[in-house]
């Protein structure tokens, strides 16, 4: 059976439901918080998954052609895939920041630190010095992360991909206690929470995570009698997640919030990863319905806007607190998403493909992939 026939669509709807999880993490009420179970303050761990999914997702699409891969084609498709939106999304949130800094430090001040603020934010720098460079719709650090990812997988991925499955396993595991040991270190010699959470090197692991868990996805593909076992594990796999995840939320201190940000449910999203791919057939049933992969494709889009919209919502609409309130914003939050993907993102990305010539290197599993 080969590799790329994949079932891309849950693990498309998947994403949707991850960046809407992003979305309560960062504007839910509390007062709503105590009827979720305090779930959704656990948002934060989306950002792990899609790196994860990005590994899995281009390991899984370039598994072909990583030895011949040409590198800078390879890059101008990614830049074609993740920064017009980007920029208007940093455009766009650009007045909030100001009018927040002048009222904090006054006009000439302000106007300092918001130009460095941009100029950094510009050439995805804002992850590596966060207590000074954040700010600019804050949930767009994690493209700084990405960018180091995409910059390191030509030759991260022909390495990785060349190991036998069980090679991989072993280095699944390795990598995984690599980069919690990583935070754990940083945790031991204080370092600042800002730095913990969003320094790009603790989130290798996560990508070379997700790469590994492409190959072992190939390894499992390649015969019909290991493709049936993959299917069979969807259940235990659900049935862990939701059980995991109830245990965190139940007990919330159980385990440290860096360790969780950085990584430290790799081991649960790997898994979940594996099984939505495998083709089983509840999962595509469930997952595959035509409205939850296109709210999946949009889901960059409602990843970079919502904060924005939320600043504005903040400073001209009183009471977003209110249940009608909110729901607007997030019916409008995810309205914008799709407009956005379907009038701003797909034609500026045909139009630098085309320019750069790199439209080869877009793929049906890459062409949504923007985390």
């Not at 590994?55 to 990583?66: D, E, N, P, Q, S």
């Not at 050439?123 to 966060?130: D, N």
């Not at 595991?173 to 370092?191: D, E, P, Q, W």
Request: proline share 5%.
């Amino acid at each position: 059976m080969s590799v790329h026939r994949v079932h891309i669509k849950p693990l498309t709807t998947l994403r949707f439901l991850a960046a809407f999880w992003v979305v309560l993490f960062h504007t839910l009420p509390d007062k709503y918080r105590a009827f979720a179970h305090k779930s959704v303050l656990l948002g934060y761990s989306s950002v792990s998954f899609f790196f994860i999914l990005s590994g899995f997702v281009l390991a899984l699409a370039y598994a072909k052609r990583l030895d011949s891969l040409d590198r800078r084609e390879f890059w101008r498709a990614r830049f074609a895939r993740i920064y017009p939106l980007f920029m208007v999304t940093l455009c766009l949130d650009l007045p909030n920041l100001l009018l927040a800094r002048i009222a904090k430090s006054g006009l000439f001040s302000a106007i300092a630190h918001t130009a460095v603020t941009l100029f950094a934010t510009i050439f995805m720098l804002q992850a590596w010095w966060p207590q000074r460079l954040e700010g600019l719709d804050n949930p767009n650090w994690s493209l700084s992360v990405e960018a180091v990812f995409y910059l390191l997988f030509p030759w991260i991925a022909a390495f990785l991909w060349r190991r036998t499955a069980r090679t991989a396993c072993a280095l699944l595991l390795a990598s995984y206690a690599c980069g919690i040991g990583l935070v754990i270190f940083g945790m031991r010699v204080h370092l600042p929470e800002e730095t913990l959470f969003y320094l790009p090197v603790l989130h290798i692991s996560e990508f070379v995570s997700g790469i590994l868990t492409a190959r072992i996805f190939a390894w499992f593909m390649t015969s019909e009698r290991r493709h049936v076992i993959l299917k069979r594990l969807a259940a235990p796999v659900l049935c862990g997640t939701l059980a995991c995840f109830y245990c965190l939320i139940r007990w919330p201190g159980l385990v440290p919030k860096p360790i969780l940000h950085d990584g430290g449910l790799t081991i649960v999203f790997a898994p979940l990863i594996l099984v939505f791919a495998s083709g089983q057939r509840f999962i595509d049933t469930c997952f595959s319905k035509p409205l939850f992969v296109t709210l999946g494709e949009a889901s960059y889009g409602l990843y970079l806007i919502h904060m924005v919209l939320w600043h504005y919502t903040e400073r001209f609409v009183k009471g977003m607190n209110l249940g009608w309130k909110y729901s607007l914003y997030l019916f409008t939050a995810v309205i914008l998403s799709i407009l956005t993907y379907q009038l701003l993102e797909q034609p500026a990305r045909r139009w630098i493909l085309l320019r750069q010539k790199a439209q080869k290197f877009e793929t049906p599993l890459t062409s949504d992939l923007a985390q």
